[in-house]
């Protein structure tokens, strides 16, 4: 009977009781998305979050709406108490899944509206933790956009423009959310105002640039105009 009862007794003091592996459910609410308009309805975001959540290239959709509750069972870790830090980008692409940059670019014919926002991106980062009803993230264009506009005294519209200086490849890190322009500089047709004025818009990877304007007028002739102070 003895030998009977140390031996449950090790039973029991060798069992462990599990623990759950996870917690509570995230909720994410996104606001200020600039631009969305244009993006259209049903956003579609990638999500990556750090330990302990830690979570990669989760596709998550963004309803109509200015602010707006995405729902996706993704869950804080149990008994978590540090915090979490979340990047999130649009539009989603999956080829980001696995990698720890990301590459993205903006066209170089921007000459029409739908050209310029196919180079558009939006990204938030923010530090979350189980203590917050809820990750809240404000989203920010990546890019930049610069509209230039032209005092021409000539009496011959502006035939063509274009704006050379500017890397138009960038490379995202999807652990902090940091852009840095990569690759050459590349030669950008922009968009000319819906007026039909002098006026052109064109959207860059952010960087240090001293861009040159090559003109062509409608009569033929061509110049080149070099901003000698540095765009950041």
């Known amino acids: 009977m003895v030998l009977s009862a140390l031996g449950c007794l090790l039973c029991l003091c060798g069992c462990k009781e599990d623990k759950p592996q996870y917690g509570a459910p995230i909720l994410f609410k996104v606001f200020g998305v600039m631009g969305r308009a244009d993006l259209g309805s049903d956003i579609q975001l990638g999500l990556y979050a750090n330990e302990p959540v830690s979570v990669q290239n989760v ?4 309803p109509d709406g200015a602010v707006a509750q995405v729902e996706k069972d993704i869950r804080w870790a149990f008994d978590q108490s540090s915090s979490t830090r979340f990047f999130i980008y ?6 980001f899944t696995g990698q720890e940059y990301g590459v993205v670019s903006v066209p170089t014919d921007q000459s029409s509206k739908e050209k310029i926002l196919t180079g558009n991106m939006l990204t938030a980062t923010v530090a979350g933790s189980p203590k917050e009803a ?38 995202l890190n999807l652990l902090t959310g940091k852009l840095t322009p990569t690759g050459n500089n590349g030669s950008i047709t922009p968009l000319r105002a819906p007026d039909g004025t002098d006026r052109f818009c064109f959207m860059y990877v952010p960087q240090d640039a001293s861009p040159q304007f090559d003109i062509e007028l409608e009569s033929g002739k061509t110049l080149s105009i070099a901003y000698d102070h540095y765009i950041s």
């Not at 596709?59 to 963004?62: H, K, V």
């Not at 649009?90 to 080829?95: E, H």
């Not at 035939?159 to 050379?164: A, F, G, H, T």
Request: aromatic share 8%.
């Open 59 to 62: 596709p998550l959709t963004l």
């Open 90 to 95: 649009a539009p989603y692409d999956p080829s």
């Open 134 to 171: 809820a990750v809240n993230f404000k989203l920010e264009h990546a890019m930049t956009l610069m509209t230039v506009s032209f005092d021409n005294r000539t009496g011959k519209r502006i035939k063509s423009l274009k704006v050379n200086g500017f890397r138009t490849d960038g490379q």
